[in-house]
């Protein structure tokens, strides 16, 4: 297990271990936030010093990925622990979409609630907008927010007229207005997830807080408009840091620090044709919509005072999928049986040897590609195009510039300890690790699938469809 101290108070392997109450658990989950847009990470272009604070006293993990580069489709694999395509979802569902998560999966929400938790979800959903797949009938007692992305409305910058319906705004099952103020989400997201802390603080609680933003288009309260001096895009991450920082002071003023778990996370890296209104990868290559480092490897950090070692991140790979597990040991049950993710408890505890759970994880895309894969310090791409800004002139002002969709990668193999950028393929050097890499893809192909070798899958399961 590759480890970092950046506090000298705590040894790693000097926490407790886990309570054996069962914890709290928050989910803080961002949408189009880049690797580099929080302080731990290095960015500049942003100020976040309450996330800073919750990764000293946490633990940061360097190479956390999302299973797809796209928010539908991420968003089932954090709270199933499958692969999208393995329950059938893909790319972003939109307000004419069919279908939705199954019923028959089971989320985290089902998973706390079998647990006696009190469950809710403020922010964005996008699993379904039918009423059969809303959060209500997927283990949230509450849903308040918005069923899609919040470009999806009227007034999206390319979209034809007509395209989208009126932006609808949910109290669980009820559409209480339509366009709702968007200026207002990440204040009122944010207040609703620390009433219903307060409400439950005597109970288990889990509460997933899927903010609309930073996806564009951008907005943010009059408190927060031109805070930073950074431009907007910074002002929107500064009121999500502040955000969590008044969570984080809820948990520590309400005595449950000890028994609540926090964790802070993105659904894939930045949409990088908006420039100035989009995040940034750092060294990271591409962005979201691909399954380069920029893609599909987000910001991660985890808090539980005396469970968590603080000041400490890892490099060991991790992923959404693993997260249920996690939390099902936590609460000591038992998983799913039928999911791809498994528990990294150990190594969020900081247990002596911890290493990442999983052989390799792989990166599908579109609706059943499989383009690249990590295993260890390697990762492989398969034959795919993908879009890039390289050669073209980012956009500004919301409006976004123009792809280039011409682009491909062949078989290329990255060491990402040595070239992190993934730039100069290393294939024809490794041919062990190529042939190893290579027969866990056919493995995880005669599972899953994969569109572009023309095989089919085997244990793949349908989406839920609406009438």
């Known amino acids: 297990m590759k480890y970092i101290l950046l506090l000298f108070s705590l040894s790693i392997y000097g926490c407790q271990t886990h309570k054996s109450q069962q914890p709290n658990i928050i989910i803080v989950f961002i949408d189009d936030m880049g690797w580099a847009d929080v302080g731990f990470n290095g960015g500049t272009h942003v100020t976040t010093p309450r996330l ?4 000293k006293e946490g633990m940061v993990l360097r190479d956390f990925y ?3 580069p796209v928010c539908s489709a991420s968003r089932s694999a954090l709270l199933t622990g499958c692969y999208p395509n393995r329950i059938g979802i893909s790319g972003a569902l939109n307000p004419h979409a069919k279908q939705g998560i199954h019923e028959d999966e089971v989320t985290i929400a089902e998973l706390c609630k079998e647990q006696g938790y009190a469950t809710a979800i403020f922010g964005k959903w996008h699993l379904g907008h039918q009423q059969q797949f809303l959060p209500t009938r997927n283990g949230f007692d509450t849903f308040v927010g918005i069923p899609y992305s919040n470009d999806m409305w009227p007034m999206h910058p390319e979209a034809k007229k007509g395209t989208y319906p009126p932006l609808p705004y949910y109290v669980d099952e009820e559409i209480v207005r339509t366009q709702p103020d968007q200026a207002q989400f990440t204040k009122d997201f944010t207040n609703l997830t620390i009433d219903f802390i307060k ?36 002002d929107v991450v500064a009121e999500i840091d502040d955000g969590v920082g008044r969570i984080l002071d809820t948990v520590n003023a309400l005595g449950i620090a000890e028994n609540t778990l926090i964790i802070f996370t993105s659904d894939n890296g930045p949409w990088l044709s908006y420039g100035d209104h989009a995040g940034q990868t750092g060294i990271y290559r591409e962005g979201k919509g691909t399954t380069f480092e920029g893609g599909v490897r ?4 985890a808090w539980w005072p005396g469970t968590i070692p603080a000041g400490v991140e890892s490099t060991e790979p991790a992923m959404t999928i ?10 000591e049950t038992s998983p799913p049986s039928n999911i791809d993710g498994k528990s990294i408890a150990a190594l969020l505890e900081g247990k002596e040897g911890a290493t990442s759970p999983q052989e390799a994880y792989y990166f599908y895309y579109r609706k059943n590609d499989l383009e690249a894969m990590r295993y260890g310090k390697w990762k492989l791409h398969f034959l795919h195009g993908y879009r890039s800004m390289v050669e073209n002139p980012v956009g500004s002002g919301g409006i ?8 491909k990668t062949g078989l290329e193999l990255y060491n990402l300890e040595l070239d992190p950028s993934e730039t100069t393929d290393v294939a024809s050097q490794h041919p062990a690790v190529m042939q190893k890499m290579q027969n866990l893809a056919t493995r995880m192909r005669n599972d899953l699938g994969d569109d572009l070798s023309n095989v089919p899958p085997k244990n793949n399961r349908p989406s839920g469809m609406s009438e």
């Open 199 to 234: 409400e439950h603080k005597d109970e288990p609680f889990f509460v997933y807080l899927p903010h609309p933003m930073v996806h564009v288009p951008l907005y943010v309260s009059k408190e927060f408009d031109g805070a930073t001096g950074k431009g907007i895009y910074a």
């Open 298 to 301: 987000v910001p991660f950090v």
């Open 66 to 68: 999302v299973a797809q």
């Open 52 to 55: 800073d604070q919750m990764a």
């Open 322 to 331: 693993d997260l249920l597990p996690t939390f099902a040991e936590w609460m």
């Open 400 to 407: 976004p510039g123009k792809y280039d969709y011409s682009v």
